[in-house]
């Protein structure tokens, strides 16, 4: 099982947020690509980027922090992008530069078919990104909730040919309150494609208890504000994980 550190952009910084509240980040790094080099040198085998910018502001705003970070990893592992992706241009330019996986989110949700051409026009480069609270979608930064139920998004999204799902708990995102276990692997055992989980990661007793569930369909886990403050070891974590 994959660990997958999070970097986090804002105005440029790698930050972490609470719950997804723009107002309440804490900046980890003015240099992201630096954090990048430091992760990879930790033992990461892949990285997730978020553009916290972009994600409100519905189109790309961290262009420049994003490309520090891919010319400073190069082509040593694959970086997943998520963000403000809401056309095929931009996935277009996005995997031009190195990205590997594209994150769709709330475009996604809101337009199922645009979800579809992306999948039909990058086959194998799409991940659909579904955040939830009690088993119900979330869009827009977390600041909307919709009525649509997570797993039965998820298998839809599944039939367009999307290569996996993230799922976040947002109740549980930057809180380091535990994974939520349960959820994750209810959706996990719906789909055929994997599921990255996300959201919650506080200590190695979380990475233990996703890696006894990990041949449910658990490919992974993305990792932020644990590996940040120092409460989680991300290379002893990531050698707990390979012994899944």
């Known amino acids: 099982m994959l660990l997958i550190p999070a ?3 804002k105005d440029g910084h790698c930050v972490r947020l609470k719950q997804g509240v723009m107002d309440d980040a804490t900046v980890f ?3 992201p690509g630096a954090m990048a080099r430091h992760w990879i040198e930790q033992g990461a085998r892949r990285l997730h980027l ?11 705003k961290n262009e420049s922090a994003i490309k520090a970070i891919l010319q400073e990893v190069g082509e040593e592992i694959p970086v997943q992008l998520g963000g403000g992706i809401r056309d095929l241009d931009t996935i277009e330019r996005c995997l031009d530069d190195g990205i590997s996986y594209v994150i769709i989110g709330t475009a996604a949700v809101k337009n ?4 579809h051409d992306a999948c039909t026009a990058f086959p194998g480069h799409i991940i659909v990104g579904l ?6 979608v979330a869009v827009d930064g977390w600041s909307k909730m919709t009525g649509h139920d997570v797993v039965d998004l998820a298998k839809k999204f ?3 040919g ?8 947002i109740g549980r995102d930057g809180m380091l309150s535990g994974v939520n276990i349960e959820a994750t692997v209810k959706l996990a055992q719906a789909l055929r494609i994997p599921v990255i989980a996300s ?7 979380d990475v233990k208890a996703l890696c006894a569930v990990a041949d449910e369909g658990i490919m992974g886990a993305i990792t932020g504000r644990a590996i940040y403050e120092g409460r989680l070891d991300f290379r002893m974590a990531q050698s707990e994980a390979d012994r899944c």
């Open 162 to 169: 999307v290569e996996g799902v993230i799922y976040t708990d």
């Open 131 to 136: 955040d939830a609270k009690d088993g119900k």
């Open 29 to 31: 790094s003015e240099n």
């Open 50 to 60: 978020v553009d916290l910018n972009g994600a409100f502001a519905g189109k790309p």
């Open 112 to 115: 199922p078919g645009f979800l």
């Open 158 to 160: 599944e039939d367009y």
């Open 7 to 9: 970097i986090d952009l």
């Open 199 to 205: 959201g919650g990661i506080a200590s190695l007793d």
